[in-house]
Nanobody, 127 residues
Framework: DVQLQASGGGLVHTGGSLTLSCAASGFAFGDRAIGWFRQAPGKEREGVSCISDLDGRVYYADSVKGRFAIYTDNAKNTAYLQLNSLKPEDTAVYYC????????????????????WGKGTQVTVSS
């Protein structure tokens, strides 16, 4: 079974930082797409950052460019999202997602979603 377990959320003040982790099992990193999405109450899901092995590119939503960074540790089958300079509007439930094979580019996956999803982790940024 493919499983994704996100962790690392919490409550921080404006300007603070968090590191989210996504531990994957049931598949090996490589030739895949990995991404982080978020959903705030009353808002649509947003693709925050995605990586696709199809084109080797990384996509960031405009709202997080320069503040968030996605990276992976293939040996640990874990993806991370570093959140810096957090703002109250970053408050949301953050989800990690994956496709076992990358058929499209990173931006496509962040716009359209992926096949496998983990349970979310709450990030709350106080003003």
């Amino acid at each position: 079974d493919v499983q994704l377990q996100a962790s690392g959320g919490g409550l921080v003040h404006t300007g603070g930082s968090l590191t989210l982790s996504c531990a994957a099992s049931g598949f090996a990193f490589g030739d895949r797409a990995i991404g982080w999405f978020r959903q705030a109450p009353g808002k649509e899901r947003e693709g925050v950052s995605c990586i696709s092995d199809l084109d080797g590119r990384v996509y960031y939503a405009d709202s997080v460019k320069g503040r968030f960074a996605i990276y992976t540790d293939n040996a640990k089958n874990t993806a991370y999202l570093q959140l810096n300079s957090l703002k109250p509007e970053d408050t949301a439930v953050y989800y990690c997602a994956a496709n076992l094979v990358a058929y499209y580019g990173a931006d496509w996956y962040c716009r359209n979603g992926m096949d496998y999803w983990g349970k979310g982790t709450q990030v709350t940024v106080s003003s």
